[in-house]
């Protein structure tokens, strides 16, 4: 009876559509699977064949959605790439007016959400994407972006990322500037996928609360993708926010020794793979990942994780960030855009009461967009 009323009462509070969700690839995945034709893939329809679509973010009452806006760093031309990105989302969201609209401000989504329909925002990944400009940082906010992962995958010429080896010790002059003018411009600072050192150059350098678009706990799985204890503590002090993610690889101690262990074998698969081969290079990451049973976790594993950046720093200082349609495999019961109602359940059944959860499903995300608002 009990474990009926804890789904019951997570289906009310999805039911108004409290969940701010930090970072979904499917603009990416459409443009791979279906070269950004939305005639081929409409977010309108069931899309099986991807994590998201309209339908299955309404299921799980996603009220604001950070498409995430991003191109590989070895692309050519990863500003243009980026922009037509932008442009996609855009579109995407035009085709239902009904059920999104883009949202310009953190009290403009909230509108958005109190009308019912799901808010669409903007994050770029990987700060290859300006090309070492901040004209082009400009365009990115002036066309909507709202915020910036520093780096992706690889080292840059001014940062480091998490899973490249590090040439800087974290920020360099040049990028401590980037993050200056992210303040200026009123995009997010977004420490996913840097360095640990990066991270906490990143937070003493901004002059607004910082997010982690999309990882985990450390201190739980300690791949360096995840925010180690002592960056958690600088976070909570700033008033960030770090928002758990679905990625396999992130959530469970077994799976983060692998998925470390991997990262050498994707990069030198990458070798094999001209600029323009991305499909075919994500086809065999995939097939890669798929060979070594990668342990996927469950609802759980992202409760734990959860649990222990609000225990640590307080539960106003984390939100939710899945990665859907970034990654090929996700935990059990979390398998695509209806689910994060388990989530709820889940807390539901450790004691979380409503109000915290709320915070945590998108709140806490809102807040912290508001304070970085020009």
């Known amino acids: 009876m009990a474990l009926t009323s804890h789904k019951e009462r997570a289906r009310q509070i999805h039911d108004s559509l409290p969940v701010v969700d930090g970072h979904n690839d499917l603009p990416w995945a459409l443009r791979l699977k279906a070269d950004s034709d939305l005639s ?17 973010m309404r299921d799980g009452g996603v009220g604001a959605q950070f498409w995430s806006v991003f191109v590989p760093a070895w692309t050519d031309e990863p500003f243009k790439t980026t922009m037509e990105q932008v442009s996609l989302v855009k579109a995407m969201t035009a085709l239902s007016p009904d059920t999104t609209e883009m949202a310009t401000s953190a009290s403009h989504a909230e509108a958005i959400i109190a ?19 901040l004209d082009n940082l400009e365009a990115l906010a002036t066309a909507g972006v709202r915020y910036m992962t520093l780096t992706h995958g690889s080292t840059i010429s001014w940062a480091d990322s998490a899973t490249d080896q590090p040439e800087h010790g974290g920020l360099t002059g040049f990028g401590k500037r980037v993050v200056k003018a992210m303040n200026e411009f009123g995009m997010l600072v ?27 706990a450390y201190a739980i799985a300690s791949h360096p993708r995840n925010v180690p204890d002592d960056v958690l503590h600088m976070v909570g002090d700033t008033g960030g926010v770090v928002m758990v993610t679905f990625v396999p690889g992130f959530l469970v101690q077994d799976g983060a020794d692998m998925s470390i262990e991997m990262f050498e074998e994707q990069r030198q698969l990458r070798g094999d793979f001209g600029p323009d081969e991305e499909a075919a290079y994500q086809e065999a990451a995939a097939e890669l990942l798929r060979s070594k ?22 539960v106003e200082h984390v939100g939710i960030g899945s990665d859907f349609d970034g990654v090929p495999s996700l935990p059990v019961g979390l398998e695509d855009a209806s689910t994060y109602p388990h989530i709820t359940e889940e807390m539901l059944r450790r004691g979380w009461n409503e109000s915290d959860i709320r915070m945590v499903l998108g709140q806490n995300a809102l807040r912290v967009l508001a304070a970085s608002d020009v």
């Open 115 to 133: 009308s019912g329909r799901m808010a669409g925002l903007m994050g770029a990944e990987g700060g290859h994407a300006i090309e070492d400009s």
């Open 40 to 56: 081929r893939s409409d977010p309108r329809e069931s899309l099986p064949e991807f994590h998201t679509d309209f339908g299955r």
């Open 293 to 314: 049973n990668l342990p996927r976790g469950d609802v759980g594993a992202v409760v734990d994780h959860i649990e222990h950046i609000a225990d640590l720093i307080g």
């Open 190 to 216: 977004d420490i996913s996928h840097v360095s640990a050192d990066t991270m906490r150059d990143a937070i003493r350098t901004s002059t607004r609360p910082v997010i982690a678009s999309h990882s985990s």
